[in-house]
Antibody, heavy 119, light 107 residues
Framework: DVQLQESGPGLVKPSQSLSLTCTVTGYSITSDYAWNWIRQFPGNKLEWMGYISYSGSTSYNPSLKSRISITRDTSKNQFFLQLNSVTTEDTATYYC????????????WGAGTTVTVSS | DIQMTQSSSYLSVSLGGRVTITCKASDHINNWLAWYQQKPGNAPRLLISGATSLETGVPSRFSGSGSGKDYTLSITSLQTEDVATYYCQQYWSTPPTFGAGTKLELK
């Protein structure tokens, strides 16, 4: 079975960078699919942040484009989220999820990790 | 961005009854519509894609319908384990966007 697991700091200071790791087991991230980051704000609104595809191409939500970077380490079967210049508005639960490359339906999700932005 | 509107934030439901959850897109999305179920403390779970295609393992009491801008998720013979929040999501255009969710509450 494919499993995804997020990890990273639970607390980040305003203006700093948020960095998260998604570790994938049971499937190679270079075989197929797009590997996504999605966040859920307090109040439950869901926002797609972006993906890195099996080939290494990336796509980002335009609302975040200047602050976000998604990269990967294929040797560890991991992909990463970096979000720069965070504010309290970036406080959310962050999920990594597998999605179809041609039309992102998210069929496998990690359990999520909560990140609070606070001084 | 395409806005997804779920007109009901909450629905009061009865066990064994039928529930219909509606979702309206701000533009035509050509059935590129998914439904997710989320229970407290858990990640969303994909139920339906392509507006009508049930994912493997999803009970047949769940069904999806619709076209154009308007879509529905129906649950027949509601079970206790179906009490959750349901989200629609369009993937016709980038960025994919989600509805605000409809939370089912037992009467």
């Amino acid at each position: 079975d494919v499993q995804l697991q997020e990890s990273g700091p639970g607390l980040v200071k305003p203006s700093q960078s948020l960095s998260l790791t998604c570790t994938v087991t049971g499937y190679s991230i270079t075989s197929d699919y797009a590997w996504n980051w999605i966040r859920q704000f307090p109040g439950n609104k869901l926002e797609w942040m972006g993906y890195i595809s099996y080939s290494g191409s990336t796509s980002y939500n335009p609302s975040l484009k200047s602050r976000i970077s998604i990269t990967r380490d294929t040797s560890k079967n991991q992909f990463f989220l970096q979000l720069n210049s965070v504010t309290t508005e970036d406080t959310a639960t962050y999920y990594c999820a597998r999605g179809d490359y041609d039309g992102p339906v998210f069929d496998v999700w990690g359990a999520g990790t909560t990140v609070t932005v606070s001084s | 961005d395409i806005q997804m509107t779920q007109s009901s934030s909450y629905l009061s439901v009865s066990l064994g009854g039928r529930v219909t959850i509606t979702c309206k897109a701000s533009d035509h999305i050509n059935n590129w519509l998914a439904w997710y179920q989320q229970k407290p403390g858990n990640a969303p779970r994909l139920l339906i894609s392509g507006a009508t295609s049930l994912e493997t393992g999803v009970p047949s009491r769940f069904s999806g319908s619709g076209s154009g801008k308007d879509y529905t998720l129906s649950i027949t013979s509601l079970q206790t384990e179906d009490v959750a929040t349901y989200y629609c999501q369009q993937y016709w255009s980038t960025p994919p966007t989600f509805g605000a969710g409809t939370k089912l509450e037992l009467k």
